[in-house]
């Protein structure tokens, strides 16, 4: 089964009408130089927006830079750790003077996999830090620039899982964070008076390093192949046995952001092949 990383192209992304879709607008994507954020970078800046692509793979994130620029949008990609706060912050004053801040999309996540009894406290931190912390932070710094843009709306979009939902062994921290980033959108959404909005987007498994780095340690902990682990394990309860491109999953950050998603405040778009919702 083939899931190395798909190519972009522009036939594959959502293209959409939007007065807020313009290279005077800006949208901050995290975990941009590879997977779901740089297929998210990429149709941002496909739908004409000025995308800000922050991730701490320089040679990646240049890559991605490129690919939206070969597909005519305007891209720049900051090195930034999201354990920095000063990184974080000099990251957001950057995308300021690009334009107004609207989007941002938090979508830098790891994986590691391991029971709660044997989780190394020090991965514990490093995934809450960057998948819980960092996307709180960048929000908080983000909605203010969000106020004062024209209209005084914005949308923040946070990457859960199907794992924001159902809990399966040997992910607890993955499966704690994505929890909380649903209790984080719709803490935004609470606050936003309906002009800030804050959505998740949760999908199965995805065409992603994410989920091929992942397959040899489930076996091992499983005690099964890896092809087990593929068929068995992540698609075993999904009804569409295929892993989603990384571009689809852009797309539905792409919709979220739109005119056509205002009643989306603090809702989740489920897509996940059936996984947590059919039996």
Known sequence: MDISEPAITREQILILKDPDFNAQNVCLVTGAATGIGRATAVAAAAN???????????????????????LGGQMVFLKCDLTSDRDIESAVAEADKLGAVKYLANIAGLQHIDSVENFPM???????????????Y??????????????????????????????????????I?????????????????????????????????????????????RGISQEEVVCDVMLGRSRVKEMMDPVEVGNLFIFGFSRHARHLVGGDMLFDGGMVLTY
């Not at 692509?53 to 991605?64: I, P, W």
């Not at 983000?142 to 939902?165: E, Q, Y």
């Not at 909005?197 to 091992?220: E, H, Y």
Request: proline share 5%.
């Open 177 to 221: 964070t994505k929890f909380g980033l649903r209790a984080l959108s719709q803490s935004i959404s609470a606050e936003g008076g309906g002009l800030i909005r804050s959505f998740t987007v949760s999908t199965g498994f995805v065409k992603t390093p994410l989920a091929l780095n992942q397959i040899p340690a489930q076996a091992a902990q």
């Open 122 to 136: 020090e991965k514990y931190d490093l995934m809450q830090r960057i998948m819980l912390r960092a996307p709180f």
């Open 138 to 175: 960048l929000a908080k710094l983000a909605i203010p620039l969000m106020r004062k843009s024209p209209g005084g709306t914005g949308a923040v979009g946070n990457m859960s899982s199907a794992h924001g939902h159902i809990c399966t062994m040997n992910k607890p921290v993955y499966n």
């Open 48 to 70: 004409g927006l000025m995308t800000v692509g922050l991730d701490v793979n320089e040679a990646e994130g240049r890559k991605t830079q490129q690919m939206a620029r070969e």
